[in-house]
Nanobody
């Protein structure tokens, strides 16, 4: 079993920045892939970014490329999502997820464990 706990959400003005953290515990081999997804009210859960625990193969949704950066601290078992130049359309609950595979994917159905989510609200 793997437990994931997100933090760092909040309210920020458009153009501002936030850094989300996802602390992992339990069985988290370095071969697992980690990802961030988000879900706005009334919308489907949407892929944001993914990375291997090894730090290889960061992968981004087109909507956040160039503004968001995913990274990880392997020693602390924490995955980060640095979000810059935030827009009102980035408002959503952000979820951390991991899957029992080294391969990073954008499909939420392929991830095995999820955190409880953290709210990000960007005001215009």
């Amino acid at each position: 079993q793997v437990q994931l706990v997100e933090s760092g959400g909040g309210l920020v003005q458009a153009g501002g920045s936030l850094r989300l953290s996802c602390a992992a515990s339990g069985r988290t081999p370095s071969t697992y892939a980690m990802a961030w997804f988000r879900q706005a009210p009334g919308k489907e859960r949407e892929f944001v970014a993914a990375i291997r625990w090894s730090g290889e193969n960061p992968y981004y949704a087109d909507s956040v490329k160039g503004r968001f950066t995913i990274s990880r601290d392997g020693a602390k078992l924490i995955v980060y999502l640095q979000m810059n130049s935030l827009k009102p359309e980035d408002t959503a609950v952000y979820y951390c997820a991991t899957r029992r595979s080294w391969e990073v994917t954008a499909q939420h159905g392929t991830y095995d464990y999820w955190g409880q989510g953290t709210q990000v609200t960007v005001s215009s």
